[in-house]
């Protein structure tokens, strides 16, 4: 199985300042047929079900804000939220899907200083 | 709107059964893969199943194979979850996804795939 690892467990971050969150897998999930990361990224709120922010490492989903982004390759990947808002208190989860099972990172909550 | 509402949890004796059912609303639904993935309390996220289009393939975590059962029925736009032989180590928040598989060259690769969107989820409890 593909092991995800992700640091820190939580961080907290002034309002406006940029939060860093990365996500490490046992081995690269790099497809060399097609060159893309199969990497995806989660936002998980108390009281709410996860929504997918970020596919594919970098791609953004629509509707998403543009002061998130991801970035990495190969078994490195980190999450930035470029100026945290208070509404982006929540759990981070990074996810593989290069092959089953599927498998998360064991999440990043993410709190304002 | 994409909806996804799971239904059939509860608390079961160690050893029982449950059967988990989400209704899917807003999209085709046999245009999709479809998969559960559980959070236990206070724990991660952990993918449980998944399953196809049209239900000739099934994917299953090591800790479930052989006492879960995944199903669909497209024509009720449903998808369900067989429980059998709890354990206490079942107990967990039970979210249904939508799979979002790749594709390429008119071939979806069942295998590979995120979620979106995710249901609330329904609480299974298995307790004495």
């Known amino acids: 199985d593909i092991v995800m690892t992700q640091s820190p467990d939580s961080l907290a971050v002034s309002l406006g300042e940029r939060a860093t969150i990365n996500c490490k897998s046992s081995?690269?999930?790099?497809?060399?047929?097609?060159?893309?990361?199969?990497l995806a990224w989660y936002q998980h709120k108390p009281g709410q079900p996860p929504k997918l922010l970020i596919y594919?490492?970098?791609t953004r989903k629509s509707g998403v804000p543009d002061r998130f982004s991801g970035s990495g390759s190969g078994t490195d990947f980190t999450l930035t939220i470029s100026s945290l808002q208070a509404e982006d208190v929540a759990i981070y989860y990074c996810?593989?899907?290069?092959?089953?099972?599927?498998?998360f990172g064991g999440g990043t909550k993410v709190e304002i200083k | 709107e994409v909806q996804l509402v799971e239904s059939g949890g509860g608390v079961v004796r160690p050893g029982g059964s449950l059967r988990l059912s989400c209704a899917a609303s807003?999209?085709?639904?046999?245009?999709?893969?479809m998969s559960w993935v559980r959070q236990a309390p206070g724990k991660g996220l952990e993918w449980v199943s998944g399953?196809?289009?049209?239900?000739?393939?099934?994917r299953y975590a090591d800790s479930v194979k052989g006492r879960f059962t995944i199903s669909r029925d497209n024509a009720k736009h449903s998808l369900y979850l067989q429980m059998n032989s709890l354990r206490a180590e079942d107990t967990a928040l039970y979210h249904c996804?939508?799979?979002?598989?790749?594709?390429?060259?008119?071939?979806?690769?069942?295998?590979?795939?995120?979620?979106?969107?995710w249901g609330q989820g329904t609480q299974v409890t298995v307790s004495s």
């Open positions: 594919w490492a970098s």
């Open positions: 996804a939508r799979n979002i598989a790749y594709c390429s060259n008119g071939v979806c690769y069942v295998d590979n795939n995120w979620f979106d969107p």
């Open positions: 399953i196809n289009w049209n239900a000739d393939t099934t």
């Open positions: 996810q593989q899907y290069y092959r089953t099972p599927l498998t």
């Open positions: 081995q690269s999930v790099l497809h060399s047929s097609n060159n893309k990361n199969y």
């Open positions: 807003g999209f085709t639904f046999d245009d999709y893969g």
